[in-house]
């Protein structure tokens, strides 16, 4: 058990539909990223915040949305779902905000999302 | 091309054996190369890293670099059925914010 928490752990939901996956990281933990794994992309960065604010961003699409609140959980929104988007989001944190250094990533156990 | 390069496999071999897991990468900034172990229905978590060019040991498990050819392996000793899983190579780059994984290569070790 890695320390990460994620909720939902399944979603299932229609196109054009709008879903939150919440994560809250190790306990001490500043930093969250989330990843989206699909069977054709594998395993991709999506944005990181740290202490609240965004300090990076890959290649997330405009329809999705995040943000990090005071007690340091973050969510992901999706919105105006498409059947592409059915895959496991992960999130991961760890205790900085990188800088150079090695900053391990600890993983949430993920929520599966189906978009029929 | 994709930054970090990996075989997806899938690879099976019998218990016991010594198993080579590989990647290639193109970005000549990344300094340190992880290896996460993946297993289903399971977040993917931090085997062992190195840092720069060399090997790193840790039980059964040897992680090497080649920063001339970029090249980074994961050999496996002796093999156990539990070693089944999805391994993945990953570098970290921005300073460490964000990992690039490779695909994955899907490990099934046969009793």
């Known amino acids: ?116 | 091309q994709k930054e970090v390069e990996q075989d997806p496999g899938p690879l099976s071999v019998p218990e016991g054996a010594i198993v080579s897991l590989n990647c290639t990468y193109s970005n000549s900034a990344f300094q340190y190369f992880m290896w996460y172990r993946q297993y289903s229905r399971k977040g993917p978590e931090l085997l062992m890293y190195t840092y720069s060019s060399g090997n790193k040991e840790d039980g059964r498990f040897t992680a090497q670099v080649d920063k001339s050819s970029k090249y980074i392996s994961l050999f496996i000793r002796d093999s156990q059925p539990s070693d089944s899983a999805t391994y993945l190579c990953a570098c970290p780059i921005q300073g460490a914010q964000k990992l690039v994984f490779g695909q994955g290569t899907r490990l099934t070790i046969n009793p």
């Open chain 1, 1 to 116: 058990d890695s320390g990460v928490t994620q909720t939902p752990k399944h979603l299932i939901t229609a196109t054009g539909q709008r879903v939150t996956l919440r994560c809250s990281p190790r306990s001490g933990d500043l930093s969250v990223y989330w990843y989206q794994q699909s069977l054709d992309q594998g395993l991709q960065f999506l944005i990181q915040y740290y202490n609240g604010e965004e300090r990076a961003k890959g290649n997330i699409l405009e329809r999705f949305s995040a943000q990090q609140f005071p007690d340091l959980h973050s969510e992901l929104n999706l919105s105006s779902l498409e059947l592409g988007d059915s895959a496991l989001y992960f999130c991961a944190s760890s205790p900085r905000s990188g800088g150079g250094s090695y900053n391990e990533q600890f993983f949430g156990p993920g929520t599966r999302l189906t978009v029929l």
